[in-house]
């Protein structure tokens, strides 16, 4: 197929935009092409590869990002809409192996993963979800994670991480609360 100077393809290749964000907490400036999508960006531009591309049409959520604290399907979303944003991905969590999220470390007590596809857009979607402090039931967090597609895991282990994730968070992180937060939980 060739292009000719009238298709749309033709029309837009050399339209690009100045676009400023914060991601992951640093202020980005980048000159990017207006087509560019927000995963494309995060991963090409920025070397941030945990943001995964699975369908690129928004149905398996593995793109998912936090914009302004809540989920969006960065696979569908344009660089250019981003622009005075914050942009979080799992990098933003913890690069210390040695000094994990709570989020992290329950997900890796849990065995809330296996191949790692789905994992850091589960994180963050965790992240989102536990931000009220509220707890929640298997169900309620089953419903939660429902946007993201988990082809290994039958995502018990993942609503087991979640709500892990929400005890150490309600507890003050790692180490959590112990035997007093079982002991109020009727365990």
């Known amino acids: 197929m060739t292009t000719t100077e009238n298709s749309p393809e033709a029309r837009y290749a050399g339209d690009t935009r100045t676009v400023t964000l914060r991601v992951n907490g640093q202020e980005v400036t980048r000159e990017v092409p207006t087509r560019t999508t927000l995963a494309d960006f995060l991963r090409d531009d920025l070397d941030l590869v945990s943001v ?31 622009q005075g944003h914050e942009i979080e991905t799992v990098e933003s969590l913890s690069a210390d192996q040695n000094n994990l999220h709570p989020i992290q470390e329950a997900f890796a007590e849990e065995q809330g993963l296996q191949c790692g596809f789905c994992t850091p857009a589960m994180v963050l979607r965790t992240k989102e979800i536990l931000a009220d402090g509220q707890e929640r039931t298997d169900d309620e967090v089953r419903h939660e994670i429902s946007g993201i597609l988990c082809r290994c895991t039958g995502y018990q282990n993942i609503i087991n991480a979640v709500q892990n994730a929400g005890r150490k968070l309600r507890c003050g992180g790692a180490g959590g609360c112990g035997s007093a937060h079982d002991e109020a939980k009727g365990a």
């Open 52 to 82: 995964h591309l699975g369908c690129e049409h928004g149905v398996c959520g593995c793109c998912t990002v936090l914009l302004d604290g809540g989920s969006v399907r960065s696979c569908l979303m344009l660089a250019v809409q981003a």
